[in-house]
């Protein structure tokens, strides 16, 4: 899907539903971004507030491409920020607080993903913004949170930080090992990013019912645990850490062209693959009694017996053939598999953004992956350059004139 396509065009007439909902939000690297790029793709307008400068930290992260202008635009920022506005604001200084305070009865939804305290110090805390806009819902995403009393609080925190404090790193570490961090990217900050949209959502339901604004505050070490939630569960049920020989496979099965990931829990699951490699004597195999008998065995017997059956045929041989017995698998895709699915590109979820520093093959992004059969997808806009808005969103909203703006400009309070 290319920027500016649409698609399920015949729900077009329907606007989207969050059309008329309108966010400020002060916010860098993805936790935040992510939940508002969602809630863009849906119909809200977002302005984004970033240093007028050099603009948000995303921007700064590598991979990159160069905007017209030659200024870096990180791949972070890249996949967080389409259908957006973006107000180059210095939040430092006396005067950009002055007009963040003056934009926020203007917003429905005030947010920010920066270290606790951090916008109370600047003047821009709950408190403050609840004092000129007492509707507003007021979202903050950081670590370990800006309310409670926390013994992590004044801690900075990164993605693999949160997800190492949730447990499910450990959890996972091989016995004789380290725990493997980080095995999946941002996951943690794509997590309280959902979190955030959730709770965005439920708030302006409550302010529709009640007329009250509110503080939704989002820790992502909480969002990070309710994610990994069989660690506090398991725990409590006298399973510390991932248990060896599990009692399931989850395994991956050389093809001829590549692996497929085959994964079994069940009894009955264990019988249909015996039968279907051609090893029905395993269904009366003491050794496999038990399910841990499955993961005792996977090495010396299971899974070569697998592998033996599996010689000659293609990943989406084997697939196919475990999933007419009901049998759970799925090909390992490269990523340069991934980019051209069919599924994937059938359901619009491989976007192309066209580069602007000269290359020609376009910078590729995921997609909406909420399918609604009355909301059109689409059209997508790129990503703001820095400060790319300023001046039209303040004329709009606070009707600063071209004397204004110039000042504001030369005094390194705005930058467009």
């Known amino acids: 899907m290319q920027l500016g396509e649409v698609g399920n065009p015949d729900a077009l007439p329907h606007g989207k539903p969050l059309d008329g909902v309108r966010i400020l939000a ?54 967080n920020n389409l259908n957006k506005r973006s107000l180059g ?25 920066f270290k606790p305290g951090t ?42 930080i949160v997800e190492a ?3 499910i790193y450990d959890y996972m570490r091989p016995v004789d090992g380290p725990p493997r961090v980080n095995p999946m990217g941002a996951v943690a900050d794509i997590t309280a990013g959902l979190f955030a949209v959730i709770g965005i959502l439920a708030a302006l339901r409550h302010r529709e019912a009640t007329g009250l604004g509110q503080h939704v505050d989002l820790a992502m ?35 001829s062209d590549g692996y497929v990931v085959l994964q079994f829990v069940r009894e009955h699951q264990f019988e249909r693959l015996a039968d279907l490699v051609g090893h029905p004597e395993w269904k009366d195999d003491s050794r496999f009694a ?34 007419a017995e009901n049998l759970v698998a799925g090909p390992s895709l490269t990523s340069d ?12 979820m491989i976007v192309a953004t066209p580069r602007t520093d000269g290359v020609d093959e376009p910078v590729l992004l995921p997609g909406n992956p909420i399918k609604m059969s009355r909301v ?26 071209a004397d204004e703006l110039a000042s504001l400009r030369a005094d390194g309070v705005i930058t467009d």
């Not at 604001?89 to 993903?113: H, I, K, M």
């Not at 005792?296 to 017996?305: C, E, N, S, W």
């Not at 051209?340 to 059938?346: E, G, W």
């Not at 001046?391 to 004139?401: H, I, P, S, Y």
Request: proline share 7%.
């Open 26 to 79: 002060a916010e860098q690297m993805q936790s935040l971004p992510f939940a508002t790029q969602l809630l863009a793709r849906l119909g809200a307008d977002v302005v984004k507030v970033e240093h007028p400068a050099h603009g948000e930290s995303g921007r700064g992260s590598t991979p990159a491409m160069t905007d017209p202008e030659g200024r870096q635009v990180g791949a972070t920022f890249l996949r």
């Open 290 to 323: 038990e399910r841990s008998g499955w993961g005792l065995h996977l090495a010396d017997v299971i899974l070569p017996a697998i592998e033996a059956w599996a010689g000659g045929r293609t990943r989406v041989e084997v697939a196919d053939a475990l999933a």
């Open 221 to 255: 070490f909480d969002t990070s645990v309710a994610l990994a939630d069989l660690i506090v569960n398991f725990q409590s049920l006298g399973i510390p850490r991932n248990p060896e020989p599990a009692p399931f496979v989850i395994t991956p099965v050389r093809c």
């Open 165 to 167: 404090m949730s447990g």
């Open 89 to 113: 604001l210095d939040l430092r200084s006396e005067a950009g607080r002055d007009l963040f305070l003056r934009l926020v009865p203007r917003f429905d939804v005030v947010a920010d993903n």
């Open 119 to 160: 916008m109370a110090k600047f003047g821009l805390g709950y408190a403050d913004l609840a004092s000129v806009h007492p509707g507003a819902v007021v979202v903050s995403i950081s670590g370990f949170g800006n309310t409670g009393d926390s013994p992590y609080r004044d801690w900075p925190a990164y993605n693999s």
């Open 337 to 348: 598999e991934v980019v051209v699915d069919p599924h994937l590109v059938q359901r619009n």
């Open 376 to 401: 059109a997808e689409g059209p997508e806009t790129r990503v703001p350059w820095v400060g790319e808005h300023t001046a039209e969103v303040l004329e709009a909203e606070l009707g600063l004139g």
